[in-house]
């Protein structure tokens, strides 16, 4: 399934797409129209207008309010991967960005409400320490926030929710905010609802407009990447929809 992932993403897909246009031979129209196609594929996928105008399909769940954050029993932090042999912090690898937008989120609403944390990541590779155990330090040493529960054995956001929900329904827990990127919360927050949690979305890191003028037209690698990051999204949504947890 990994393979298949990287397969139909790009940048792998416009360079296979380049690949067949030349295997084809660019004179023929074929040939040369998956040439073109792999190529300006590329460089309009690494635009901020269409990394804005693919993440910004993948985020319904406004801010939540008080109130709602108030009817829950404790909040859940999704690991968003790691980075490894990171010096500076002294744990060997440490949470990757995605995670410590999450976390410093997870933090704010735990001010808020003063409710208790579950941290969920596992061993992708077989590495040492599970993700959650990084979550929990980066909370401790770096946020002066205790993680409650950690949960190290999931490796996917379908094992964060089956995983998480057996730890809480143990508290008698059946009401949670789970935390995440904006663009991700969907396909967690049906995970979640599946495993007969009522969940509270708490999206963080909402997709930035797009500046003005040619600006929003110029590649960068780094909107290439936030594109990548939500086609991955959309297939996950897709196999969702087939197997009937999303609309």
Do not use: C
């Not at 968003?80 to 042999?85: F, Q, S, T």
């Not at 040492?128 to 529960?149: G, K, N």
């Not at 009522?198 to 909402?206: D, R």
Request: aromatic fraction near 8%; charged fraction near 20%.
């Amino acid at each position: 399934m990994t393979l298949l992932k990287i397969l139909l993403l790009p940048p792998t897909l416009n360079v296979l797409l380049v690949l067949l246009g030349l295997l084809l031979s660019p004179r023929r129209f074929l040939g040369a129209l998956l040439i073109m196609l792999g190529l300006f594929g590329l460089l309009l996928l690494a635009t901020p207008m269409a990394s804005h105008a693919l993440r910004q399909g993948l985020e319904p769940y406004p801010v939540p309010a008080r109130a709602q954050l108030e009817s829950a029993e404790a909040i859940v932090v999704l690991g968003g991967g790691r980075d490894y042999r990171a010096p500076e912090f002294g744990w060997g690898d440490a949470p990757a960005n995605p995670t410590w937008r999450r976390l410093a989120y997870a933090t704010h609403l735990h001010r808020q409400t003063e409710l208790p944390i579950l941290v969920s990541g596992g061993r992708v590779h077989d590495e040492e320490f599970a993700e959650a155990s990084l979550m929990a330090a980066a909370l401790r040493d770096v946020f002066d926030v205790p993680a409650r529960w950690l949960e190290g054995e999931s490796r996917s956001t379908a094992e964060n929710a089956r995983f998480s929900a057996e730890m809480l329904r143990a508290e008698g827990i059946e009401r949670v905010a789970v935390v995440s990127q904006a663009w991700h919360l969907p396909r967690a927050v049906a995970e979640f609802e599946s495993r007969g949690l009522a969940v509270i979305p708490a999206p963080t890191e909402f997709t930035s407009p797009p500046p003005e003028g040619l600006a929003a037209w110029l590649p960068r690698a780094y909107h290439l990447n936030q594109s990548t990051r939500a086609l991955h999204e959309w297939l996950g949504r897709a196999a969702h929809r087939l197997r009937g947890l999303l609309p």
